[in-house]
């Protein structure tokens, strides 16, 4: 298949999955595996797009990113509390994630690990639906600071690929007691941090790749950046919207279903 056609299906994954709990890695990888793509060329450029999807995210909530830099100048302590709790959260993921990257990478080869991921996921989203209690914590300003180290601990089960970046804050900041739209969105700016150090890391580690040829051009990511960028605008209002009205079993149902497939479909490669 040709590359720029490729670097569209794949923006255009990447933009639809990277907010819902259904793992954005771990379609991504499936695809790659599915369509006989190459992982390893392909590797840097599935995390720089994440960046495109990021950047929908900023631009959505462009005015409550301002409002918390206008309080920060004017030290006040709702915008203070909404930052420390981002930074708390980002804290495991940069530790855990620079001490295990070489673990990371190579289940990141591994598409089986992604469609038993997207099951267990699946169930563990029905799971926690059926017996979590509705959380009271409406506001992130208002999280705790222990609540946030959680949800930061938490994340870092989506260094498996296939559990869901999204699922595990979302789901995980539901278990400790915050309400879904809240939930939803601390999930949405944690990761700017995340997304944004992971990108770094990994293109440092692949500029060789990429000046040898052994990685797709800029032309190709950058292609991928913007289709991300378009779709993910679509997505986010639409998920917060989804789950209000239904909660979590769609997604969960979708992983299982689509875990199932693909995992089908590898066994009989």
């Known amino acids: 298949m040709n590359d720029l056609i490729a670097a569209i299906i794949l923006g255009i994954v990447e933009g639809v999955t990277e907010f819902l709990p259904v793992s954005s890695t771990g379609h991504l990888i499936l695809a790659g595996a599915l369509l ?5 060329r392909w590797q840097m450029f ?18 409550t990113f301002w409002t918390v830099m206008v309080g920060l100048a004017k030290r006040d302590p709702g915008s203070i509390r909404f930052v420390r709790n981002l930074l708390i959260a980002f804290i495991p993921a940069a530790v855990i994630g620079v001490l295990a990257k070489k673990h990371i990478e190579a289940l990141l080869l591994q598409p089986k ?3 038993v991921a997207l099951i267990v996921g699946g169930v563990a989203i029905l799971v926690i639906e059926r017996v979590v209690k509705p959380g009271t914590t409406r506001g992130i300003a208002a999280v705790p600071a222990k609540t946030a180290l959680g949800v930061g601990f938490l994340q870092c089960l989506a260094m498996i690929p296939g559990v869901s970046r999204s699922g595990a804050t979302i789901l995980g900041a539901l278990t400790l007691g915050v309400e879904r739209r809240t939930a939803a969105e601390f999930s949405f700016f944690l990761a700017i941090p995340t997304m944004l150090g992971a990108s770094v890391v990994e293109t440092a580690g692949h500029l060789d790749a990429m000046r040898a040829g052994n990685s797709v051009g800029p032309l190709e990511i950058a292609i991928g950046f913007v289709v991300a960028f378009i779709v993910a605008l679509l997505v986010v209002r639409w998920f917060v919207g989804i789950v209000g009205r239904h909660g979590f079993g769609p997604f969960a149902w979708y992983r299982i279903v689509a875990g199932s497939i693909a995992l089908a479909l590898l066994t009989m490669h």
Do not use: C, F, H, K
């Open 36 to 40: 006989g793509y190459d992982d390893a």
């Open 46 to 63: 599935n995390i720089v797009i994440q960046l495109g999807a990021i950047l929908a995210v900023v631009v959505l909530y462009w005015r």
């Open 113 to 115: 690990v992604v469609a």
